[in-house]
């Protein structure tokens, strides 16, 4: 009689326990008992999201080398202006395929230090270093890339800054030398264009694979890469520092249109290349592949935080529909200062609201980042901003 009663509760313990279990946990696409990643999703943002847009960027930078060593062999008169006006649209589309990878711009160079954007040298350019390298004919690329990697040249007299002051500011003659100038440094860009290229594609089989939760599984490296890198170089670069603000709280004494990104070009490349920015964010969110207008929502980020709320037993889709219609809000704006540059925005009480309303939203990403995505998905924070107040 005892035997038997306490084998039928030993049935019913483990019935109720596998009853419980299968209440738990049940597996779906985007986690298993493991917490793993399905390579569906890694292997789609990696290769049909993050490799073409560093493909893009080297060919457009490729592009605009070519036309600068057109305009070196081109005689003076029209022909020569005819140069100057492809390469000046060329230096544009680089520019602007450039923040396609802000992103995913993981630090590869110098010892896992600099990432493609920061050595791209794309703000407030050091007049002192161009000319000095024009007067000097400092003409090497490859001994300026070994200075860059050890520390004794600024990306800001080498990149996208220096091309925009050459091609645009009027304060240095177009001659031989100049031109010789901004051949060399259409070759530095490129460099590391192709490095970074031949670097994402070679480790393609490595992100796929790393798929877990840690530290150094691919989704905590890709998320801390795409924070910082935002936090950086879209909302501080390309409108904090021009406005004043930094982080939530901290203001500076007065505005800095000098560092807006494209500052001697103007004629809105400022505005296009934030807009730009906050697209390429959006696209990677709704699961749009580069280059292309569809999205493929089945393998988006914004399908994966859904099935890891389902997981987590959060489901309700706020804070999905919050981070989607933040990007919606940020695209509208960015896009309605139409063509309109931040370096002239700055300076009106108009063009400032403007601004500090897109600062804002801007913020909220970062929030809604910091706050809750790492935080829903369990990931660890591995980098700093050095930016009080997020």
Not at 57 to 69: D, G, P, S, V
Not at 125 to 139: D, M, Q, Y
Not at 214 to 239: D, F, H, P, W
Not at 282 to 308: D, H, I, T
């Amino acid at each position: 009689m005892n035997n038997r009663f306490y084998k039928q509760i030993l049935c019913i313990s483990i019935g109720a326990l596998l009853i419980l279990a299968g209440c738990v946990y049940t597996p779906i696409k985007g986690v298993s008992e493991k917490r793993t990643i399905d390579a569906t999703y890694l292997s789609f943002w990696y290769k049909r999201q993050i490799i073409p847009a560093f493909s893009n960027y080297q060919l457009k930078t490729k592009e605009m080398l070519q036309a600068a060593y057109a305009l070196k062999d081109t005689e003076e008169g029209a022909e020569r202006e005819a140069a100057m006006g492809h390469l000046k649209e060329l230096y544009k589309e680089a520019f602007l395929s450039l923040q396609d990878v802000i992103i995913f711009d993981h630090a590869i160079f110098h010892s896992g230090v600099s990432g493609v954007y920061e050595l791209a040298g794309t703000s407030q350019v050091n007049k002192t270093l161009v000319k000095s390298a024009i007067e000097n004919g400092r003409f090497s690329s490859s001994e300026i890339i070994q200075e860059l990697e050890e520390g004794l040249n600024q990306p800001n007299a080498t990149g996208f800054a220096a091309m925009d002051y050459m091609l645009y500011s009027g304060e240095i003659p177009l001659d031989a030398a100049c031109i010789q100038y901004i051949c060399t440094v259409c070759e530095v860009i490129n460099h590391y264009a192709k490095a970074a290229e031949s670097y994402y594609v070679e480790n393609e089989n490595a992100f796929v694979s790393n798929n877990d939760f840690s530290a150094r599984g691919s989704l905590c490296v890709l998320i801390n890469t795409l924070m910082k890198q935002y936090e950086v170089y879209i909302r501080t670069l390309k409108v904090g520092i021009p406005i004043g603000i930094y982080g939530a709280a901290i203001v500076q004494k007065k505005t800095a249109p000098q560092a807006v990104e494209g500052y001697y070009c103007g004629k809105g490349l400022s505005t296009q290349l934030l807009h730009r920015s906050i697209l390429a964010l959006k696209n990677f969110y709704n699961g749009v592949p580069y280059n292309e207008s569809m999205p493929l929502p089945a393998n988006s980020f914004r399908r994966f935080m859904e099935e890891q709320l389902a997981v987590s037993g959060k489901g309700d889709n706020g804070l999905i529909n919050l981070f989607g219609k933040t990007l919606d809000v940020l695209e509208g704006e960015t896009g309605n200062l139409n063509h309109d540059d931040i370096a002239v925005l700055v300076n009106t009480p108009d063009g400032m609201e403007r601004l500090k309303e897109i600062y804002g939203e801007l913020q909220k990403v970062v929030g809604l980042l910091k706050a809750k995505l790492i935080v829903e998905l369990n990931l660890t924070v591995t980098y700093t901003d050095g930016e009080e107040g997020d």
